[in-house]
T-cell receptor, first 109, second 116 residues
């Protein structure tokens, strides 16, 4: 099946810092999403982004489908950004999202 | 409803007992997924329902696991003869147009299952 690799696995930031999270995938995809899992376990859909660039406030994401990677940018990080960020992809012909292992982010005040 | 609702939120059961977990998807969402997340791990796919089509059960780890969904409504995940290794958070997600691969997925808050 498709392989989804996220990096870095862990990230610690001071409030106000910027960061870039990466998701590499091993095959072409028709669906790519970024999720944030907060410390209480709730998964929130951040972006649906199979290609191109999107922005939502301090967060933005870019997917280069031809090179099989996606990037999530967090600017001016806040303590509420803490949690685990997951990338999930559906390979072509599949309707089942495969998740990466996530990037665990801790933002200190 | 406004979101995906799961119940119970927490369940503690004795090894060997059966448990039933419930998921109520967003109204109008034709696709429903169950995932399992062990402590500190990623999400592991279990089963996928799309409308009235036969479900994709390829992720179920053993025949102790089963799930049902009637039409586009509530789904139940049943685990028979629970084992300690079944302890995890069971997450349900729904989406409107899975067959096109378009659009985002909405997750419920999960059921935390502890087998003692």
């Amino acid at each position: 099946g498709i392989q989804v690799e996220q990096s870095p696995p862990d990230l610690i930031l001071q409030e106000g810092a910027n960061s870039t999270l990466r998701c590499n995938f091993s095959d072409s995809v028709n669906n790519l999403q970024w999720f944030h899992q907060n410390p209480w376990g709730q998964l929130i859909n951040l972006f649906y982004i199979p290609s191109g660039t999107k922005q939502n406030g301090r967060l933005s994401a870019t997917t280069v489908a031809t090179e099989r990677y996606s990037l999530l940018y967090i600017s001016s990080s806040q303590t509420t950004d803490s949690g685990v960020y997951f990338c999930a992809v559906c390979p072509g012909g599949s309707y089942i999202p495969t998740f990466g292992r996530g990037t665990s982010l801790i933002v200190h005040p | 409803g406004a979101g995906v609702s799961q119940s119970p939120s927490n369940k503690v059961t004795e090894k060997g007992k059966d448990v039933e977990l419930r998921c109520d998807p967003i109204s109008g969402h034709t696709a429903l997924y169950w995932y399992r997340q062990r402590l500190g791990q990623g999400l592991e796919f279990l089963i996928y329902f799309q409308g009235n089509s036969a479900p994709d059960k390829s992720g179920l780890p053993s025949d102790r696991f089963s799930a049902e969904r009637t039409g586009e409504s509530v789904s139940t995940l049943t685990i028979q003869r629970t084992q300690q290794e079944d302890s995890a958070v069971y997450l349900c997600a729904s989406t409107q147009r899975a067959f096109t691969g378009v659009g985002g997925y909405t997750f419920g808050s999960g059921t935390r299952l502890t087998v003692v």
